[in-house]
């Protein structure tokens, strides 16, 4: 505060000091920063651009765990309709904050990945100029049908049916979600077979007591018989 | 509010007659921070009257969400303020936990915390940066905010998945557990800040210009503040020390020690400077955060649909912006009956005609900005 000026003096001296640095500090060379990114899943050269359409830029796809663009719908492997999760529970539909998904119910049962009769999506589309990306359909869904894709290169010339996304289209294998989202995709996983596990335990647990009771049945009815027996020879004897 | 406006007559100077000037600035006045018109009143270049106008970002955000179950308009409220989506979660899941009382996890609060103090570092980062751009430094100031601000989003994307629109917060905790060394670069981040505040600092805090153009103008009083209800850095400025996070102590900020800088004056320069020392505290509290976080669960035991009874709660914060409320009255049904945003940005526009007053037109660019508004939560 000594001289006029001095203060717009110290000012400049930070611009020039920043801006002859970004020549020389290693790490404001480059404008991107990817040091929290694994060595591997740095884009490595042009060449790893796309050079298909539909195609993705090669591992850039997994920025994080947790990125997340449109809904895709999983199925496990082969087929995709033969083993797709999503039995058209239509809970997504009503609990999506924008109101962009569309699904019909199917009229007839179909075996499913479980191999139980199920109902199955007749058409899901989702308009993903209407998506806004919450995840709220992820969450709400209680057969992890329905996951975040990360695919981003979605532009198209075609405004109305383009960006409308169609069963089909959204359909993925369980294998693509690992490769996605390593981590949440083996987490979903194991969350499925503790649960499935727990079912089946309880169902077990449920058969046995069944069995236990209607032993326990079997033997009060006999108990009683051998009881009205005896009252009958009892009053047999009178 | 009361007129404070001298009674302009229309001038008569050497027998000419002069009249008013009305100038409608906005609504895409790059000055008006998104799509904000001011019609302005002058008599050569001071300011008579001045009439903010509007709702031109109306998204009937309210209404929507009476509409929709609990859960479904936890992303809308990511676009109320979308500098600060992290703390609006905040301030809605406090509300919506008071309808179905239910327990916040340990590791949930301290990320919830650390969440707030990121959050509030990139609001007024950026703010900074856009308030000297207003100033006419344009670019550098701007660029250089917004350069610390990316890491920090960075941090938000690796954590959530989306960079502003994060969605990350629920009722009961959050929606996952940060990845592995998460809390390592959020260290990384909060040792480095400082170093460039020191930097901003040495660049615009003894600046002549800046000096000159803020110090004095825009001078809010202390009554006029308190009561408009203005309230966050924009009332401490004004002298009054009153601070949410000490207050409520919502979430765990009782466990923290950090300080409530308030200025005196209430001008431009005072609102500016708030800013700059709150940073400085905002980053205490993420070391002392970040020192006392744990491992454990993230989600406690909440319902994702629920039907909540009868009730009235009001969920409010210290957001970067000012007191962030959210009033939900149910009725028994898995929707709000009402939903009522009580937006900062709304409540401290309204003295912008009492600051503006018997000013330069050029000084009410630098009001607004001081302000800091964002159009998404004025409007809703």
Not at chain 2, 323 to 345: H, M
């Amino acid at each position: 505060m000594s001289i006029l000026g001095g203060g717009i003096f110290k000012g400049m001296a930070v611009t020039l000091r920043n801006f002859v640095g970004s020549y020389f500090y290693r790490d404001r060379l480059v404008t991107n920063d990817y040091s929290w990114r694994p060595e591997d899943k740095l884009p490595q050269s042009i060449g790893d651009y796309p050079k298909e359409k539909g195609e993705q830029l090669r591992d850039t796809t997994t920025v994080t765990n947790y990125s997340r663009n449109f809904p895709m719908l999983l199925h496990d492997g082969g087929e995709p309709m033969d083993t797709v999760r999503c039995v058209a529970c239509q809970i997504c539909e009503r609990e999506c904050p924008p109101q962009c998904i569309y699904i019909e119910k199917s009229t007839e049962k179909k075996e499913n990945a479980g191999g139980k009769p199920q109902f199955y999506p007749a058409t899901f589309d989702i308009d993903v100029s209407v998506c806004m990306s919450c995840q709220i359909c992820v969450e709400v869904c209680p057969f992890d049908a329905i996951v975040m894709n990360s695919q981003f290169e979605l532009s198209t010339p075609n405004r109305f049916g383009g960006l409308l996304v169609r069963r089909d289209d959204l359909l993925k294998s369980n294998d693509y979600y690992h490769r996605i989202h390593p981590e949440e995709a083996a987490a979903r996983d194991k969350r499925m077979a503790d649960e499935k596990a727990a079912k089946e335990a309880k169902k077990k647990a449920a058969a046995e007591a069944a069995i236990k009771k209607a032993e326990e049945k079997a033997k009060a009815e006999a108990e009683a018989e051998s009881k009205e027996e005896a009252g009958d020879k009892k009053e047999g004897a009178e | 509010m009361t007129s404070a406006a001298p009674n302009y007559e229309l001038l008569q100077q050497d027998g000419l007659e002069t009249s008013l000037l009305e100038v409608s600035m906005g609504p895409h006045h790059p000055s008006t921070h998104g799509v904000f018109r001011m019609d302005v009143k002058l008599d050569g270049e001071t300011v008579v009257d001045l009439k903010p106008v509007f709702g031109y970002l109306h998204r009937n955000h309210e209404k929507l969400a009476e509409n929709m179950t609990y859960l479904s308009s936890m992303p809308f409220t990511d676009r109320l303020d979308y500098f600060n989506s992290m703390t609006n979660n905040w301030a809605y899941a406090l509300a919506a936990e008071k309808l179905i009382e239910v327990e916040v996890p340990e590791r949930a609060e301290y990320l919830r915390v650390i969440m707030a103090e990121l959050t509030r570092l990139v609001n007024h980062v950026s703010l900074v940066g856009f308030f000297l751009n207003d100033l006419g430094a344009l670019g550098t100031p701007l660029m250089y905010a917004f350069r610390e601000r990316e890491k920090i989003l960075d941090l938000f994307e690796q954590a959530s998945g989306a960079r502003m629109m994060c969605n990350y917060f629920r009722f009961g905790g959050l929606r996952n557990d940060v990845p592995e060394g998460w809390l390592g670069r959020a260290r990384e981040v909060a040792d480095r800040f400082p170093v460039f505040l020191d930097e901003y600092e040495q660049l615009l805090c003894e600046n002549e210009i800046i000096l000159s153009r803020t110090q004095g103008v825009g001078v809010l009083s202390r009554e006029l503040a308190i009561s408009a209800g203005i309230t966050g850095p924009m009332l401490r400025a004004s002298g009054v020390n009153y601070d949410l996070r000490k207050v409520d102590q919502y979430g765990i900020y009782d466990r923290f020690k950090f300080r409530v800088p308030y200025g005196e004056a209430g001008d431009c320069y005072d609102r500016f400077m708030i800013r700059m020392l709150e940073m400085r505290e905002s980053i205490e509290i993420l070391k002392q955060a970040l020192d006392g976080i744990e491992d454990g669960p993230v989600m406690g035991n909440a319902p994702r649909v629920f039907k909540p009874k009868p009730a009235e709660v009001y969920g409010r914060i210290e957001g970067p912006k000012g007191e962030l409320g959210f009033y939900l009255i149910a009725d028994g049904t898995p929707k709000p009956y009402r939903y009522r945003v009580r937006p900062p940005s709304l409540i401290n526009l309204t003295v912008l005609r009492d600051m503006c007053l018997g000013g330069k037109i050029a000084d009410t660019v630098i009001i607004l900005g001081s302000i800091d508004i964002v159009l998404g939560e004025v409007d809703r």
